[in-house]
């Protein structure tokens, strides 16, 4: 009866007497895409194109370089600063004469500091800013054909061409500019 029983649990076993689940899992997906576009607009420009400065638009100082004295030279600044309400732009080499204390032209002699090397570049000044330039010169050294101390009269102001005028510029301090007036020069650029 042993062999029976064995039988009849060999067949419950086979008969499907076993406990089997079967679980349904239901999973949502979602999908997003994401499109970009891109719009290209231009804009007209608000501010108007800076023309060139002019004498009248200007303010101006000539004054020594703090601590550029030396070997015989010695370096001026000259200053232009916006006093309208437009912005314009100076180019160049500055345009200069030399005068004494009543205004009588004195020897003026102008190069460029580094003949060649220099580009002229438009310093674009805005209203209250200011455009630099410097010039290197001799104040004590007589040149060819100079004899006597002071070399040249003193300087005390600096007439300044642009555009359609000129500017008086007070020289600080008033000085002699040896070899008949040279001054070599710096193209303008825009002042920090």
């Known amino acids: 009866m042993a062999c029976g029983c064995a039988g009849a649990a060999l067949v419950a076993a086979g008969c499907g007497l076993t406990n089997t689940k079967t679980a349904v899992t239901t999973a949502t997906v979602t999908v997003t895409r994401t499109v970009t576009h891109t719009v290209t607009t231009t804009a007209a420009s608000t501010t108007p194109a800076s023309g060139a400065c002019d004498a009248s638009d200007l ?3 000539f004054s020594e370089l703090a601590g550029s004295a030396g070997a015989g030279n010695i370096v001026y600044t000259l200053r232009l600063t ?3 309400q ?3 732009f100076l180019s160049g080499l500055p345009q200069v004469q030399l005068l004494d ?3 009588k032209q004195l020897p003026t002699k102008t190069t460029p500091e ?3 090397a220099q580009t002229a570049a438009k310093a674009i000044v805005a209203p209250g800013a200011s455009a630099t330039a410097q010039a290197r ?3 004590d050294v007589n040149g060819v054909g100079e004899s006597g101390n002071p070399c040249e009269p003193k300087a005390s102001t600096l007439r300044v061409t642009v555009g359609n005028g000129t500017l008086a510029v007070k020289i600080d301090p008033a000085t002699s500019v040896c070899s008949h007036g040279a001054l070599q020069l710096t193209n303008y650029t825009t002042a920090d």
């Open 82 to 84: 916006n006093a309208s």
């Open 86 to 88: 437009d912005s314009c």
């Open 59 to 61: 303010t101006g100082t």
């Open 137 to 139: 010169f001799s104040p």
């Open 114 to 116: 580094q003949p060649g």
């Open 101 to 103: 204390a009543v205004g």
